[in-house]
């Protein structure tokens, strides 16, 4: 318990204080010291502690990164690893000890901020190029021509879809203004500023007045609605989808099954349903049979399901408009 504890405290220490950056290539610590001015005494018992956890490794007198931050180092590894950790350190952290509080009864505070919404966000693009490609096998996501992206984020995701469809337009709807520029930077960055736009604005509020669309995409965000706000949500889908037009969801589940349990996704997806319950403005994880439930009473039809990663602790699920 400690162990894991103090080596998130120490991986993040050494990311934030370029320690890791430092000892990219091995080092004695005179070296790490004159390089970065830290006080010799922190940075020796730093190095054992992190050595001690596997995070550095000792060769002789020096020392040097170990597998784990030397690849969080490298160019090109997604920015949602270093959302992961930041959040479960100072978001998650905070939110778990206030739990016996929150057992007894008291408030559950807001979930929010600019840097826990960036945050979270940022931590679904772990899954995002399996996912993705799952998206292109699913029924009615194969040749989409006008693609809406409900709580868009940072519109990789429709990015991706219109980065494969040349002839297809979208629209995003972003409610966090921050995340929404995030969102248009995305698009322009990867050229298709021309076919996409992105909306900031409640999805539940805003006024679109841009038609109906083929294909409508709802990523990681139903926790943000509770029961009855998914009845209002699914409705209002219904009513932007084009006859025939269907709506995917891609949802994380409290998976159970034995493969979950071995790669630790079903600690993790239980966590993340405490997590939510611990707030006033988010909710817990639904089931799939819940969602597919509610998109039926919605009046869509043909719903379907498929594994995003295999242990099923994110599951696309979709239906279509009669
Ligand atoms: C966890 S993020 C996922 C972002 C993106 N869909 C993805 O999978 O990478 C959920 C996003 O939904 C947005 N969101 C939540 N409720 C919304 C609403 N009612 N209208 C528009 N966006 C919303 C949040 O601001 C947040 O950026």
Redesign the pocket.
């Known amino acids: 318990m400690l162990a894991s504890h103090s080596q998130l405290s120490l991986l993040r220490a050494g990311l934030d204080s370029g320690l890791f950056a430092a000892l990219r290539k091995a080092k004695p610590v005179e070296a790490i010291v004159s390089e970065t001015g830290y006080a010799e005494d922190l940075v020796r018992a730093w190095l054992g502690a992190a050595a001690g956890h596997g995070l550095v490794e000792r060769r002789g007198d020096a020392y040097q990164c170990g597998g784990l931050p030397a690849w969080l180092l490298e160019d090109g590894v997604p920015e949602s690893m270093r959302a992961m950790l930041d959040q479960a350190d100072l978001t998650y952290g905070p939110t778990l000890r206030a739990l016996p509080e929150l057992l007894r009864g008291g408030p559950r505070p807001e979930f929010g901020g600019a840097d826990a919404?960036r945050r979270?966000?940022l931590?679904?693009?772990a899954l995002?190029g399996r996912a993705l490609s799952v998206l292109a096998r699913v029924p009615g996501a194969r040749r989409p021509s006008r693609v809406l992206?409900?709580?868009?984020?940072?519109g990789?995701?429709l990015a991706g879809v219109l980065a494969r469809r040349r002839d297809a337009l979208g629209v995003g709807?972003?409610?966090?203004a921050d995340?929404a520029e995030g969102a248009r930077r995305t698009l322009r960055d990867r050229g298709l500023a021309q076919r996409g736009e992105i909306k900031t604005?409640?999805?539940?509020v805003?006024d679109l007045g841009l038609g109906s669309f083929d294909l409508v995409?709802?990523?990681?965000?139903l926790h943000?609605?509770d029961a009855q706000e998914r009845s209002a949500l699914f409705a209002r889908v219904f009513e932007h989808l084009s006859p025939e037009g269907t709506v995917v969801i891609?949802m994380p589940l409290a998976a159970e099954g034995a493969l979950a349990r071995a790669l630790g996704s079903g600690a993790m997806l239980a966590t993340f349903d405490l997590f939510l319950r611990s707030h006033a403005n988010l909710h817990g994880l639904p089931s799939r049979d819940t969602v597919v439930d509610e998109l039926r009473t919605a009046g869509l039809i043909e719903p379907g399901w498929r594994d995003v990663v295999p242990d099923g602790s994110t599951v696309f699920v979709w239906a279509r408009r009669p």
Do not use: K
């Open positions: 919404s979270a966000a931590i679904p693009r995002e992206d409900v709580g868009c984020g940072y990789t995701y709807v972003e409610l966090d995340v604005g409640d999805f539940m805003f995409l709802l990523n990681n965000n943000y609605f891609q």
